[in-house]
Structures are given as C-alpha cells and as structure tokens.
C-alpha cells in the first residue's frame, strides 16, 4: 500500500541528525546540535514516528528516538 508523506528539509534535518547522535539521540540532544526550537523538534519527532521513518525507545523519563528502515531508505533518496 502506498501513500503520500509531508517531509520537508527540517524534517531531514532531524533524520539526519538522529542518525548522526545514533542510539544516544533524544529531543534536548537534537535541540543543542541544531537551530530549531525544542517545540519544533517535539512536533516533527512525533509526526516522523506517525510515519514510521523514526521509532521510540525507552521510558516516558529517558525518551529516546532510533532512526527505522524506513527512514534510512528516506535518507539515502535526498543525498
């Protein structure tokens, strides 16, 4: 089945960086390695983990987000 997704540059931004930061990467991480606000960075994290290109792992306290197959395949497209 296919369907259409919403990604744009900030969104490829924060792929990129939780691939960069790898198993260690949650949302403060990513706000101290990019320009965007901590809001920002919240809202796309969860619309990439409705997508399926990111997923959760850990407790509610230590969040932490892993890069999927999915999203990998994403990444190598617009390099």
């Known amino acids: 089945m296919m369907f259409k997704i919403w990604i744009d540059e900030i969104d490829l931004l924060i792929l990129k960086e939780v691939l960069k930061l790898g198993e260690r990467a949650n949302g ?13 960075i919240s809202s796309r994290i969860r619309k990439l983990i409705r997508y399926g290109l990111l997923v959760e792992s850990g407790s509610k306290s230590g969040r932490r987000v892993m890069i999927t197959k999915k999203g990998m395949n994403l990444l190598k497209i617009f390099k």
């Open 28 to 40: 403060n991480k990513i706000y101290t390695k990019t320009p965007l606000s901590y809001s920002t």
